[in-house]
């Protein structure tokens, strides 16, 4: 069964990091860009960044640019969001998906039903 599972979540304080991970199984991420995505209770989901099959490449939200990191380890089936500086409207449950993409860019992270896969969903909750 071909899938995405999330890991990394938790509580942590304002101004504290956390990093998410985001495992595929049953497929290999090799040719996927991966997006994560968060959604916060009453808000719609958006995109947060997104990182590209082919070279690398990232994009970030303004929201994020500068805290956020999204990195992948093709050897290990596994992309990662590391979160720094985090501040109480970083509080949601964050997502990661695959979609066949070679590249991403800001519209990648737009299109919801583009994606292949989805993980289960973790929740981050930045409170002091």
């Known amino acids: 069964q071909s899938r995405l599972v999330e890991s990394g979540g938790g509580l942590v304080q304002p101004g504290g990091s956390l990093r998410l991970s985001c495992a595929a199984s049953?497929?290999?991420?090799?040719?996927?860009?991966i997006g994560w995505f968060r959604q916060a209770p009453g808000k719609e989901r958006e995109g947060v960044s997104c990182?590209?099959?082919?070279?690398?490449?990232?994009y970030y939200a303004e929201s994020v640019k500068g805290r956020f990191t999204i990195s992948r380890d093709n050897a290990k089936n596994t992309a990662y969001l590391q979160m720094n500086s985090l501040l109480p409207e970083d509080t949601a449950v964050y997502y990661c998906?695959?979609?066949?993409?070679?590249?991403?860019?800001?519209?990648?992270?737009?299109?919801?039903?583009?994606?292949?896969?989805w993980g289960q969903g973790s929740q981050v909750t930045v409170s002091s």
């Open positions: 049953g497929f290999s991420l090799d040719y996927y860009a």
């Open positions: 990182i590209s099959a082919s070279d690398g490449s990232t």
């Open positions: 998906a695959a979609v066949a993409l070679e590249y991403c860019a800001g519209s990648t992270l737009v299109d919801f039903s583009s994606y292949d896969y």
